[in-house]
Nanobody, 115 residues
Framework: QVQLVESGGGLVQPGGSLRLSCAASGIIVSIYTMGWYRQAPGKQRELVAQIAYLGTTKYADSVKGRFTISRDNPKNTVYLQMNSLKPEDTAVYFC?????????WGQGTQVTVSS
């Protein structure tokens, strides 16, 4: 049984930082393409950052230079470090694991950027 459990969301002021965690069970994150997606109210879910099993990373243009995705293989956990947060980063953030057509999602964690 695969589980992806996100944590680390919350309310932060503009310019602040948060680190999201995605703890996985039932899969090995190092052999999956792991991604962070977000969905704001009234908008489609969009890819924020992705790390492939070889360690290559990809980012949405809107977060390049501000967000960093990383992976801790012994802990089987993926992180998203978010710096210089903006109000437009407000969304529910979801963790995703994808491999060979199999795709798993976490339940999401709310990130709100507001003064």
């Amino acid at each position: 049984q695969v589980q992806l459990v996100e944590s680390g969301g919350g309310l932060v002021q503009p310019g602040g930082s948060l680190r999201l965690s995605c703890a996985a069970s039932g899969i090995i994150v190092s052999i999956y393409t792991m991604g962070w997606y977000r969905q704001a109210p009234g908008k489609q879910r969009e890819l924020v950052a992705q790390i492939a099993y070889l360690g290559t990373t990809k980012y949405a243009d809107s977060v390049k230079g501000r967000f960093t995705i990383s992976r801790d293989n012994p802990k089987n956990t993926v992180y998203l470090q978010m710096n210089s947060l903006k109000p437009e980063d407000t969304a529910v953030y979801f963790c995703n694991a994808d491999k060979g057509g199999l795709s798993y999602w976490g339940q999401g964690t709310q990130v709100t950027v507001s003064s």
